[in-house]
């Protein structure tokens, strides 16, 4: 069985663009749960289990290309899919390379990330396990 409202994980520093990610996202009915410090993220991945995370690559502390290697190094949490942001488009291959399911440069369309979005779900790892 398929979740029927799938689990995405949000971090950004910042807040505004956190709100915006919810807002569109919970409005094309997905849950969504907000965590700016990508350290405690990658601490609970295993008890959110996302279906798919959203992060940023600028941020204080841990930044998000530290949080994707970490992520996919992980037997646990690697086949969670990852879309990584930014202002800057300059680490998108970085990103992928990395294992990144796709990257977004901020600005973005709407439509287009939701449709960026519903592609990345289809590797949720846990898709198949909820009823």
């Not at 996202?25 to 279906?51: F, I, M, Q, S």
């Not at 992520?71 to 291959?93: C, F, Q, R």
């Amino acid at each position: 069985m398929t979740r029927t409202n799938p689990l995405i994980a949000l971090s950004d520093d910042e807040p505004a663009f956190m709100e915006l990610y919810a807002a569109m996202l919970e409005g094309a009915g997905y849950r969504t749960v907000a965590l700016p410090d990508k350290r405690d993220l990658l601490e609970r991945l295993n008890l959110l289990r996302p279906d798919l995370v959203i992060t940023d690559i600028y941020s204080p502390g841990m930044n998000g290309m530290a949080f994707l290697r970490s992520a996919k190094a992980a037997s646990d949490t690697k086949d969670i899919p990852v879309i990584v942001t930014t202002l800057h488009g300059e680490y998108m291959n970085e990103a992928l390379d990395s294992g990144a399911c796709n990257f977004v440069t901020k600005p973005f369309d709407i439509e287009e990330f939701i449709d960026t979005v519903k592609a990345a779900l289809i590797y949720s790892p846990w898709r198949e396990i909820e009823n």
